[in-house]
């Protein structure tokens, strides 16, 4: 693969069409676009005359993610201009990349090879604001309580036992943890704080799982950002300003319309985190999908016993959607990590590696049948790949029952006939019964939701509490949260709560140290492990790399 | 006045086109403009068809501002609108406003009444997403730095003496002074920081005097951040982040295009602050407006000791700009109050407090003159001033031979009658004789350039410098900055460095406190006081009143 040029290469020489053209092609009436350049758009959903979400749901999920890389991103892609190709009415629905990771390591994150999104440049980098809208909202918010407590702080707010942050769509390791307040009685009050990453933002996962602007506006109230001295919680709608704060989003809500390599319409909005939120991109986005196409794929973050879980049991709850089939993308590379070779070593063929690290696979599929839902196998081709091993695999899938195909989406692209197989899989499934359940009822107990995730899904035998996380639900009862679905952060390399233990390990607990009520977005974070909400710049950062020609086009990005 | 409906009522019920018919009116070829939205668009100056810049520029400044207030935003798009009608081929160049003013005590900044630029809520909100830009390369640039500390410090830099700091574009007092880089050697190097607001970033004042995206990314790598521990200067292209900053704001730098509720053309476009930076819109979008119209209205921030000042000696100089007149806005109501009577009874007749104060207006008028451009006199018309004290200040103008008209832009609309006779006399001192020129020529020493602006313009025996400054003009030297112009920090309310003394003071000396070289930007800021680059909240913030209905329309904006 080593030959074909770089992703920002193909994405420049690539034929784009005008974001109108996408738009008419979609069935978008033009009185419900709102260009931003050429080549993105904003469909306002109010304006858009398209019947209800009617459109079948495939959701891109993946085994456990290794250094080695799944391209679950390019999959999606590829697999919905295949779909195109194959003359289905299809739209995608992803999750906006964060501009921190971009400037540190990723370099992009629009898919790859011939399976991307375009204009791959700005979607990587303001795309149309969304992000910095989000960031603004947060911010606001935090410097409005800051205020209210150096004002006065009528509320009685203990600046103590604050629960949210300021954010920056920045990876700052520097801001992780400062104190913020010095200089004096005119300069503010003293207090321990820190920044995370825009993604981070519970006001991101309240963007993402918002139904309308009225919802977003109720959501925005319901966050509770710290506690008064006497423990009580307290709101932004205790404060009063969600509707400042919806003020600040009504343009960033409309979903952003962009197009494939291949043409292909995509709605690509909201990007929360996959560990302490839900890692789908907006509610919104997915329903206006669902209203324009026949077919709509989308995915979620990290393996399926995260996204996929949190995709079925607090997306698609709050949605009322019914996913049709979940595609599962797997690697032989990355199945032979799991089955224990360093990743050095992966490009020499090993059988015997691959056969111990399917059963990583193996639980992921069984996972998805568990919600009742058809999966479908995506083998993501490598060169690397031997005939012997992808042969070996598909003859696996066979013997499991379950449906699978080899996709070069990648080289040759979804446009191409990289993805036709896999489509076809997909399109069959799609078109056969479906008996979507989620795993939990919101009825159990939070303790419950957890222990059920982690027995069902992780095949953990059981979890055990922290005393802060015992504490912390009995809160969660007082407060009355109790019904609220659980968001699951643990690590995405292993089911357990180890990232070192690959594979499907059996015989484990999972250790549940904290609980965040994140009371906005209507869930409770079960904190497995030490979670990163701001990451770090490497030594030699991707930004080293980049630039702009005399021309003012983009360099470096990847 | 009251009786007129609010700012956002009005902009509201304006009849708004289509941002192609205003491009396409101002002879704007359809592939230089990028829409944003319906009402917003971006211009490539790249792909603009179009001569090179030959409209003839006229500046708005203004008498020293006072809590009256002087509507100079008002003034310049009301006589914009005025010319238009009279059948010139005219564009505005305006600032965009900052958000965090907005959120706190403004509102809005977008000019008032029937004299408004629009969609208001828009360009007051988020626009199309410049100063978000602008705040993702600052604060990249710092996460770059902590970083390149954190992973070695090759360039051997002093965290003790970084002269560079993080930004949001948002009033938050708490962030004024703060600690960083705590929790530990896996988090970072700790030291004292602070966050500014965004209009006070120096990559904003960069962004404003850049004359094309080359220029760009060489002030960006000009700019000093900090030191090192021999104290050598550190600048961006040390670190080799030039590239990657301009990448960050390549999309930004396209001038932004919107109208007026007449339906003139503005480009409004960055915002830097007028005290320590320069103060007007970017020099890219004057340009591209001398490209498309006759006459470009444009203002500067603060009165005309500082805004005009400033245009003078730093931006004409970097573009070559020859202003052909400058219209220098005044109130009765704010001369009163030069003149010595508090707020309160500003609508009470006084011609002895209007005649005692007029000579606030005189040192403005003569100022302009000493470079060699016309003034024009705006007498912004409130409903309170009697036709006695506006026939008495009219008097007084005819008397000194400086061109006055009392304008009622914001009731009546420049668009309506209300800026005609203004219009009229601006119109002909563009098409008079203009000898322009510079205050100071760049081969004089800081410390004189200095000396000659406080002497010339504010009417100061001479200038004090602190020892802490005078250390720092010894720096300057060494370091081989000596030939930037000078940017003065004073308060905007008085020529002298005490706001508290108004009028046209004399005898006074003004003091020098410090001294910040500005190498990106390219000039010196001259510290004459404490300059506040971070604003606070006041206790009930604007963002209070602000909302959304059920269509999602704004509510409480003004």
Tied chains: 1, 2.
Aim: aromatic share 6%.
């Amino acid at each position: 693969m080593s030959t074909l040029p770089s992703d920002l290469e193909i994405a420049r020489a690539a034929r784009i069409r005008p974001i109108e053209e996408i738009a008419a092609a979609a069935g978008i009436n033009p009185d419900a676009l709102e260009q931003y350049g050429r080549y993105k758009g904003k469909i306002d959903p109010t304006r858009l005359d398209a019947p209800p979400p009617a459109g079948k749901v495939v959701l891109v999920s993946a085994m456990s993610p290794t250094p080695a890389g799944e391209g679950k991103s390019t999959t999606t892609v590829g697999l919905a201009d295949s779909l195109a190709r194959a003359g289905h009415k299809v739209m995608i629905a992803l999750r906006e990349p964060s501009l921190g990771p971009v400037l540190g390591m990723k370099g992009g994150a629009t898919g790859g090879g011939y399976s991307q999104v375009l204009p791959m440049d700005e979607i990587n980098l303001h795309f149309t604001g969304d992000f910095h809208a989000i960031t603004s909202a947060n911010n606001a918010l935090m410097a409005l309580v800051d205020n209210h407590i150096y004002q006065g702080n009528t509320l009685n707010i203990d600046p103590r036992r604050m629960t949210f942050k300021r954010v920056l769509d920045m990876n700052d390791r520097a801001l992780r943890e400062i104190v913020i307040g010095l200089g004096g009685p005119s300069q503010g009050v003293p207090r321990q704080d820190g920044f995370d990453i825009t993604v981070a933002s519970e006001i991101m996962a309240v963007f993402c799982l918002a139904t309308d602007i009225t919802d977003l506006r109720e959501r925005l109230g319901r966050i509770t950002f710290g506690y008064t001295y006497d423990r009580t919680p307290v709101t932004v709608a205790d404060l009063g300003v969600q509707g400042a704060l919806t003020l600040l989003l009504k343009e960033a809500i409309k979903p952003n319309l962009v197009q494939t390599i291949a043409g292909t319409p995509a709605l690509v909005h909201g990007g929360p985190f996959a560990n302490i939120a839900h890692g789908c991109n907006s509610l919104i986005a997915t329903q206006t999908a669902r209203r324009l196409a026949d077919i709509v794929v989308t995915e979620a973050g990290f393996g399926a016993d995260l996204g996929a879980e949190k995709f079925m049991d607090i997306k698609a709850r709050i949605g009322g959607l019914a996913p049709s089939a979940v595609v599962v993308v797997a690697t032989v590379r990355a199945l032979k990590m799991q089955g224990g070779v360093a990743k050095a070593r992966l490009t020499q063929p090993d059988l015997a590696a691959l056969e111990a690290g399917v059963v990583n696979l193996q639980r992921h599929i069984h996972n998805v049948e568990k919600f009742g839902v058809t999966p479908v196998v995506a083998i993501n081709r490598f060169s690397s790949d031997s005939a012997e091993e992808l042969d070996w695999l598909l003859a696996w899938c066979a013997a499991e029952g379950v449906p699978a195909a080899v996709a070069d989406v990648w080289g040759r692209g979804g446009g191409g006939d990289g993805g036709d197989e896999l489509a076809a899989l997909v399109a069959g499934a799609v078109a056969g019964p479906n008996s979507f359940r989620h795993l939990y009822s919101l009825g159990l107990s939070v303790e419950d939701k957890i222990r059920t995730i982690v027995q069902e899904i992780y095949g953990a035998d059981g979890v055990d509490f922290s005393v802060p996380a015992l504490k912390r639900l009995a809160d969660i009862e007082r407060n009355g949260w109790s019904s609220l679905p659980v968001c699951m952060a643990k690590t995405q390399y292993s089911f357990t709560d180890d990232a070192s233990r690959l594979g499907a390990p059996k015989g484990f607990t999972i250790h549940v140290r904290d609980l965040l009520p994140k009371t906005g977005a209507g869930f409770i974070v079960a904190l497995t492990g030490a979670v990163m909400t701001m990451p770090g710049l490497p030594a030699v950062p991707a930004a080293l790399r980049m630039d702009v020609d005399a021309d003012g086009n983009p360099v470096g990005l990847t």
